[in-house]
C-alpha cells in the first residue's frame, strides 16, 4: 500500500441555486441506483416479494371470489383495480423498512458526513421505491390479464388509472418515510408499519363492497384514502363516472405528501 | 504554527440528560496525528462526529482548517474524510461500487471516481475482491474498504474512530501501516482509540478523554513518563499478603504502586534491574509470588496515574486488571445505538 498524495481532489463545490439544484438531483440519481441494486442483489427477496400479489389475486379471484357479490361488474374485473393499490400500498412499506435499516447499519451517518445534498436521502428512497412498484405494476398487469381481467375503458385510461395509483403510492412512501425514522430498526419498522396498512387496505373497497360491511364500518370504508383511489382506479380501468374520483384521490396524495414530508424531512434532519 | 482542526469547549448533552462532553478543547497541528485516547463512553465519538458536522453542539466551537463547523457545514464537508467506529459501507455492494459511490457523491465526474475507486482498491489490495459484495467480506476487509472510502477525494484532513478496535493483530498491523503512510503525505489526522500502544506509535500528541473532559494531554511519551516505562505486576495468594508485598515493593519506584484484590502492580524506569529487585526483598519476606509479569502500560495505567480509577471503571464495567494483559477494552463491543434504543 503506497503512499496517498495529499494533493486535494476535491470534486467542484456548489454555488448558487443552479448548481445546487444539479448536484441534488445528481445525488439522488446515484443513491436511487444504489438503493435499487439492493433489490436485484438479494434475488429471494425479489422472488418473494413477487410471489404475494401473485398468491392474492389467485386467492380472491379463485378462493374467495365466489363468495363476494359485486353488482354490474365481474368479481375479477372488480378485483384486479383493488390488487393494483393494495399492492403497491405495500409496497410502500419498503419506503419504512429502507431507511431504517440504513440509519441503524450507519450508512446515513456516512452520507452525513459527505457533502452532499441532504435531501436527497430521502428523496433517493422515496424514488427508488416508486421505480420498484413501477415494475410490480406490470407484474400486476400480466397476472390479471391471465387470470381474466378485462379493461372496461381504453388503454390510455387504464395506463392513467395505474399512474393514478403510482403517485397515490408515492405519497404513502412519505408516510412510511416518517415511520422508517422513528423506528429503532428495519423489523420493528415493518411491524410498525402493519398497523397502519392492514385497516387502510382490508376496510377498504379494494376486495369487498363496502356495502356489504356492517354500517359502524362503511363511513371510514368508504371515505378513507385507499377506497378513493380503488374507486378512482376502478373507474378508470373499468368504468364509471371518473372525473370526481380521480380528483379525490389526487388530492388525497397531495395531501398525505403535503402533511407527512416536512414531518420526515425534520425527522430526518434532527435525528442523530 | 497553524492548526488543522481546532476544538474550543466542546459541549454535549443528549437526551435524556447523559453529558457525552463537558468543555473538550484541543488543537491538532498540520500534517500531524492526534490520538483522543479513552476508554469506551469517554466522548470520543461525539466529538468526532461534532467535528464531521453530523451532529451539532450544544456548546463551545470548532473548526477544520479554519472552517467553522456549524457555520459552514457544507464547506467543511469537503474537506475531509471519515472512517467511523463501525465500517459504514453498503453490504449489497461491491467494493468497487462501494468506493465509486462515495466519489460520485463527493461530485467527482464518473470518469474520474471509477479511476479512483480502481487505484484504492490496488493500494489497498483489495483487487481481487472488488467485484464481490461486501457481504462476503471480512471484517478487516471491511474496516479496510471504509478507510479506501474516507480517502477518495485525498483529503488533507481525516478523522479515524477506533479504527482498529475488533481486529485481530494482523488486521491491525496492516491498518497501522496505511495510517502511518498517509502521515508520511501530510495528511492530518486525528484518531480515537482506546488503545495506549497505538496512540503510541501512530500519534505526535495524545488527549486523554475521560467522562466527557480532556484529562490530560501531551506526548506519548510525557504521558509515558508520568506512567513509568513499564509496569511491574505481581499477583499474591491472598489480600494480607498483596498488602505486604505492597509496602515492601513501593521504596522500589518513583510512583506509588496500586493494589486492587491480590494483585499488586507498581510503575517502574527500570524494568529487569527492578524486577530483580523486587524479588530479592519478596523473597527476604518470605513472600512467593502467583505472577510475576513486566509489561507494557495500557490505558488502564494511564487512568490510574490520572484518576486513580481504572479506566473500565470509568466505563462502568468495574473489571479488574488482568496481570499480563497489554490492552484494556479489548473485546468488540455490541454496537451502540438504535436496536438497544440508546440513542434516542
Ligand atoms: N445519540 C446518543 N444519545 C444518547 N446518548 C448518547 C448518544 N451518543 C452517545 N451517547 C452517550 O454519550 C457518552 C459518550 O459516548 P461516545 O462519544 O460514543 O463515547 P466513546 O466514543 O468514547 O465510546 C456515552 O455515555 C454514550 O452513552
Ligand atoms: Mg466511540
Same mark, same amino acid.
Do not use: C
Given at each position: 500500500?503506497?503512499?496517498?498524495?495529499?494533493?486535494?481532489?476535491?470534486?467542484?463545490?456548489?454555488?448558487?441555486?443552479?448548481?445546487?439544484? #444539479?448536484?441534488?438531483?445528481?445525488?439522488?440519481?446515484?443513491?436511487?441506483?444504489?438503493?435499487?441494486?439492493?433489490?436485484?442483489?438479494?434475488?429471494?427477496?425479489?422472488?418473494?416479494?413477487?410471489?404475494?400479489?401473485?398468491?392474492?389475486?389467485?386467492?380472491?379471484?379463485?378462493?374467495?371470489?365466489?363468495?363476494?357479490?359485486?353488482?354490474?361488474?365481474?368479481? !375479477?374485473?372488480?378485483?384486479?383495480?383493488?390488487?393494483?393499490?393494495?399492492?403497491?400500498?405495500?409496497?410502500?412499506?419498503?419506503?419504512?423498512?429502507?431507511?431504517?435499516?440504513?440509519?441503524?447499519?450507519?450508512?446515513?451517518?456516512?452520507?452525513?458526513?459527505? $457533502?452532499?445534498?441532504?435531501?436527497?436521502?430521502?428523496?433517493?428512497?422515496?424514488?427508488?421505491?416508486?421505480?420498484?412498484?413501477?415494475? #410490480?405494476?406490470?407484474?400486476?398487469?400480466?397476472?390479471?390479464?391471465? !387470470?381474466?381481467?378485462?379493461?372496461?375503458?381504453?388503454?390510455?385510461?387504464?395506463?392513467?388509472?395505474?399512474?393514478?395509483?403510482?403517485?397515490?403510492?408515492?405519497?404513502?412512501?412519505?408516510?412510511?418515510?416518517?415511520?422508517?425514522?422513528?423506528? $429503532?430498526?428495519?423489523?420493528?419498522?415493518? #411491524?410498525?408499519?402493519?398497523? !397502519?396498512?392492514?385497516?387502510?387496505?382490508?376496510?377498504?373497497?379494494?376486495?369487498?363492497?363496502?356495502?356489504?360491511?356492517?354500517?359502524?364500518?362503511?363511513?371510514?370504508?368508504?371515505?378513507?384514502?385507499?377506497?378513493?383511489?380503488?374507486?378512482?382506479?376502478?373507474?378508470?380501468? !373499468?368504468?364509471? $363516472?371518473?372525473?370526481?374520483?380521480?380528483?379525490?384521490?389526487?388530492?388525497?396524495?397531495?395531501?398525505?405528501?403535503?402533511?407527512?414530508?416536512?414531518?420526515?424531512?425534520?425527522?430526518?434532519?434532527?435525528?442523530? | 504554527?497553524?492548526?488543522?482542526?481546532?476544538?474550543?469547549?466542546?459541549?454535549?448533552? /443528549?437526551?435524556?440528560?447523559?453529558?457525552?462532553?463537558?468543555?473538550?478543547?484541543?488543537?491538532?497541528?498540520?500534517?500531524?496525528? /492526534?490520538?483522543?485516547?479513552?476508554?469506551?463512553?469517554?466522548?470520543?465519538?461525539?466529538?468526532?462526529?461534532?467535528?464531521?458536522?453530523?451532529?451539532?453542539?450544544?456548546?463551545?466551537?470548532?473548526?477544520?482548517?479554519?472552517?467553522?463547523?456549524?457555520?459552514?457545514?457544507?464547506?467543511?464537508?469537503? %474537506?475531509?474524510?471519515?472512517?467511523?467506529?463501525?465500517?459504514?459501507?453498503?453490504? @449489497?455492494?461491491?467494493?468497487?461500487? @462501494?468506493?465509486?459511490?462515495?466519489?460520485?457523491? @463527493?461530485?467527482?465526474?464518473?470518469?474520474?471516481?471509477?479511476?479512483?475507486?480502481?487505484?484504492?482498491?490496488?493500494? /489497498?489490495?483489495?483487487?481481487?475482491?472488488?467485484?464481490?459484495?461486501?457481504?462476503?467480506?471480512?471484517?478487516?476487509?471491511?474496516? =479496510?474498504?471504509?478507510?479506501?472510502?474516507?480517502?477518495?477525494?485525498?483529503?488533507?484532513?481525516?478523522?479515524?474512530?477506533?479504527?482498529?478496535?475488533?481486529?485481530?493483530?494482523?488486521?491491525?498491523?496492516?491498518?497501522?501501516?496505511?495510517?502511518?503512510?498517509?502521515?508520511?503525505?501530510?495528511?492530518?489526522?486525528? %484518531?480515537?482509540?482506546?488503545?495506549?500502544?497505538?496512540?503510541? =506509535?501512530?500519534?505526535?500528541?495524545?488527549?486523554?478523554?475521560? @467522562?466527557?473532559?480532556?484529562?490530560?494531554?501531551?506526548?506519548?511519551?510525557?504521558?509515558?513518563?508520568? %506512567?513509568?516505562?513499564?509496569?511491574?505486576?505481581?499477583?499474591?495468594?491472598?489480600?494480607?499478603?498483596?498488602?505486604?508485598?505492597?509496602?515492601?515493593?513501593?521504596?522500589?519506584?518513583?510512583?506509588?504502586?496500586?493494589?486492587?484484590?491480590?494483585?499488586?502492580?507498581?510503575?517502574?524506569?527500570?524494568?529487569?534491574?527492578?524486577?530483580?529487585?523486587?524479588?530479592?526483598?519478596?523473597?527476604?519476606?518470605?513472600?512467593?509470588?502467583?505472577?510475576?509479569?513486566?509489561?507494557?502500560?495500557?490505558?488502564?495505567?494511564?487512568?490510574?496515574?490520572?484518576?486513580?480509577?481504572?479506566?473500565?471503571?470509568?466505563?462502568?464495567?468495574?473489571?479488574?486488571?488482568?496481570?499480563?494483559?497489554?490492552?484494556?477494552?479489548?473485546?468488540?463491543?455490541?454496537?451502540?445505538?438504535?436496536?438497544?434504543?440508546?440513542?434516542?
Amino acid at each position: 500500500m503506497s503512499a496517498t498524495a495529499r494533493s486535494v481532489e476535491t470534486g467542484s463545490q456548489a454555488d448558487g441555486f443552479g448548481a445546487r439544484l #444539479v448536484w441534488a438531483v445528481s445525488d439522488t440519481f446515484v443513491l436511487t441506483r444504489r438503493n435499487l441494486v439492493k433489490y436485484v442483489r438479494i434475488p429471494e427477496s425479489l422472488f418473494f416479494s413477487s410471489v404475494q400479489p401473485v398468491m392474492f389475486v389467485l386467492l380472491f379471484r379463485y378462493v374467495f371470489g365466489g363468495a363476494i357479490r359485486t353488482p354490474g361488474v365481474s368479481y !375479477v374485473n372488480y378485483l384486479i383495480p383493488g390488487i393494483f393499490v393494495q399492492t403497491m400500498a405495500f409496497g410502500a412499506v419498503n419506503t419504512a423498512i429502507g431507511l431504517a435499516e440504513d440509519l441503524q447499519k450507519g450508512i446515513i451517518e456516512r452520507f452525513r458526513a459527505l $457533502p452532499m445534498a441532504r435531501s436527497s436521502v430521502l428523496a433517493a428512497r422515496t424514488l427508488a421505491d416508486l421505480l420498484r412498484n413501477v415494475g #410490480v405494476a406490470v407484474l400486476i398487469a400480466a397476472v390479471g390479464f391471465a !387470470v381474466g381481467f378485462r379493461i372496461g375503458t381504453n388503454v390510455a385510461a387504464f395506463l392513467a388509472g395505474i399512474g393514478m395509483i403510482l403517485v397515490f403510492a408515492y405519497a404513502l412512501s412519505w408516510g412510511f418515510a416518517v415511520i422508517g425514522l422513528f423506528a $429503532p430498526n428495519s423489523e420493528t419498522a415493518q #411491524v410498525m408499519s402493519f398497523p !397502519v396498512l392492514f385497516p387502510l387496505t382490508f376496510a377498504s373497497s379494494a376486495f369487498v363492497p363496502v356495502a356489504s360491511m356492517p354500517s359502524w364500518l362503511q363511513g371510514f370504508a368508504s371515505h378513507q384514502p385507499v377506497s378513493v383511489a380503488v374507486d378512482a382506479a376502478r373507474a378508470l380501468m !373499468v368504468g364509471g $363516472p371518473t372525473t370526481s374520483a380521480v380528483w379525490q384521490s389526487v388530492a388525497w396524495s397531495v395531501g398525505i405528501v403535503v402533511v407527512l414530508a416536512p414531518v420526515a424531512v425534520r425527522r430526518y434532519r434532527t435525528s442523530t | 504554527m497553524t492548526y488543522a482542526i481546532e476544538a474550543h469547549e466542546l459541549a454535549k448533552r /443528549f437526551k435524556g440528560g447523559v453529558v457525552a462532553l463537558d468543555g473538550v478543547s484541543f488543537a491538532v497541528e498540520e500534517g500531524s496525528v /492526534f490520538g483522543l485516547l479513552g476508554p469506551n463512553g469517554a466522548g470520543k465519538t461525539t466529538v468526532v462526529r461534532i467535528l464531521t458536522t453530523i451532529l451539532g453542539t450544544d456548546g463551545g466551537s470548532a473548526t477544520v482548517l479554519g472552517h467553522d463547523v456549524s457555520r459552514e457545514p457544507d464547506l467543511v464537508r469537503s %474537506l475531509f474524510g471519515l472512517a467511523g467506529q463501525y465500517a459504514a459501507v453498503d453490504e @449489497n455492494l461491491t467494493g468497487r461500487e @462501494n468506493l465509486v459511490m462515495v466519489g460520485r457523491l @463527493n461530485h467527482l465526474p464518473r470518469k474520474v471516481a471509477e479511476r479512483r475507486a480502481a487505484e484504492l482498491l490496488e493500494e /489497498f489490495e483489495l483487487v481481487g475482491a472488488a467485484d464481490r459484495t461486501l457481504k462476503t467480506y471480512s471484517g478487516g476487509m471491511r474496516r =479496510r474498504i471504509d478507510l479506501a472510502a474516507a480517502l477518495v477525494t485525498r483529503p488533507s484532513v481525516l478523522f479515524l474512530d477506533e479504527p482498529t478496535t475488533g481486529l485481530d493483530p494482523q488486521s491491525r498491523a496492516g491498518l497501522w501501516a496505511v495510517i502511518e503512510s498517509l502521515v508520511g503525505a501530510g495528511t492530518t489526522v486525528l %484518531l480515537t482509540t482506546q488503545y495506549l500502544e497505538e496512540a503510541d =506509535r501512530l500519534a505526535s500528541r495524545v488527549a486523554v478523554v475521560d @467522562n466527557g473532559r480532556v484529562i490530560s494531554q501531551g506526548t506519548p511519551d510525557e504521558l509515558k513518563a508520568a %506512567l513509568g516505562a513499564t509496569v511491574l505486576a505481581v499477583g499474591l495468594h491472598d489480600a494480607a499478603t498483596a498488602e505486604r508485598a505492597e509496602r515492601a515493593l513501593a521504596p522500589l519506584s518513583e510512583k506509588s504502586p496500586h493494589r486492587s484484590g491480590t494483585a499488586v502492580e507498581l510503575p517502574v524506569d527500570g524494568g529487569p534491574r527492578i524486577a530483580m529487585e523486587a524479588l530479592r526483598v519478596l523473597d527476604q519476606l518470605g513472600i512467593e509470588p502467583v505472577t510475576f509479569v513486566l509489561r507494557e502500560p495500557s490505558l488502564d495505567d494511564v487512568f490510574l496515574a490520572l484518576t486513580g480509577r481504572s479506566a473500565e471503571g470509568a466505563a462502568g464495567e468495574g473489571v479488574s486488571v488482568a496481570p499480563g494483559s497489554s490492552e484494556v477494552g479489548a473485546a468488540p463491543q455490541a454496537r451502540p445505538g438504535r436496536s438497544a434504543g440508546a440513542r434516542r
